[in-house]
């Protein structure tokens, strides 16, 4: 059908008015793309505003507590560093060697402590592959001093396993038994010539309280197994009293009668598996001869390589890279 002249100037008139709107539209939107693109070539990246000083902080803050967590995680789970601060368990490790400690051989666990503030926190221990056992390089949570149920300040320290739960520990002119049988010193541990006398002052010093053992003459002493039984008396009771209260008891007398969370009894169940750590550098070693026994469930690990070595005993930096000890960079913990 033709179309009439003033049908014609109908379709023409608005089709001048779409292309005249559309360039209207498209000089708008290139003014809206300039202004949305000239921050991102002031910050370096498309999009983004400038931030403020707040924004900056708060995105710093999030990055360094999300690796400070990260950090925590992996160090209670997988793999820990720790550096040996004493000479107790020369010569198979060094004062200043810095070691990867395996923990999860005996049991992941949640963050045990704060880094660098040293604050301990409540964690959760899951299952291990194994418990320690006897020869086994051990790092667990310091138990505290033998008058101490509670440690001042939370520690790890480092020791060998020489007996576990059930077995009877005897030390005979520094000689180990262990149920009778003569143990063998570690490869590289370290003895001297001297030997104590069982009348020397060193027999007020050892754990239990009261047993008058020595450093060099031990024993016998059982070492604590879950479901033991303690017979109590009131002259036995300061051998018990600290093992007992760090297992999370009130202990207390009235008129010679024992009373543990208030009360009476003649005996205790022991609720745990323990350990007893001795250091390899056998005279020079403050370990379960002098503060007791280690609750299996408080080994962290067992530690795997030396992956640094220095003297960490000197005020300066340069001194103590002239120290390095190169040759034991790889050295594995046995």
Known sequence: MAKSLDQIRAEAKRDADRKKN?????????????????????????????????????????????????????????????????GSMEGTVMTGDFLFVNKFLYGPSTPQMIPIFNIPLPYYRFPGVRKPEKGDVIVFIFPGNRDEAKPQEFQYYLKRCVATAGDTLTIRNKQIFINGAAQPLPQDGRLSNFI????????????PIGAGFT???????????????????????????????????????????????????????????????????????LDSRYWGFVPVDDVVGTPLVVYWSWETNLPSIFEKFATIRFNRFGKLIQ
């Open 22 to 86: 559309g360039k209207a539209k498209g000089k708008t939107g290139a003014i809206d793309l300039k202004k949305t693109s000239q921050p991102a070539s002031q910050n370096g990246s498309e999009g983004e505003f400038p931030q403020t000083f707040g924004e900056i902080a708060l995105s710093w803050t999030r990055t360094i507590v999300g690796a400070f967590l990260m950090v925590m995680i992996l160090n209670g789970v997988l793999v820990a560093s720790f550096v040996v601060p004493t």
């Open 196 to 207: 104590a006398s069982p009348e020397s002052d060193d027999r007020y010093h050892t754990f």
């Open 215 to 285: 450093r060099d003459n031990y024993g016998p002493i059982r070492i604590p197994k879950q479901g033991d039984v303690v017979e109590l008396t009131p002259m036995n009771l300061a051998q018990w009293e600290i093992f007992i209260r760090r297992e999370g008891h009130e202990i207390t007398t009235n008129d010679g009668k024992i009373l543990i969370d208030g009360k009476e009894t003649t005996q205790y169940t022991v609720k745990r598996d323990y350990c007893f750590g001795m250091g390899d550098n056998r005279d020079n070693s």
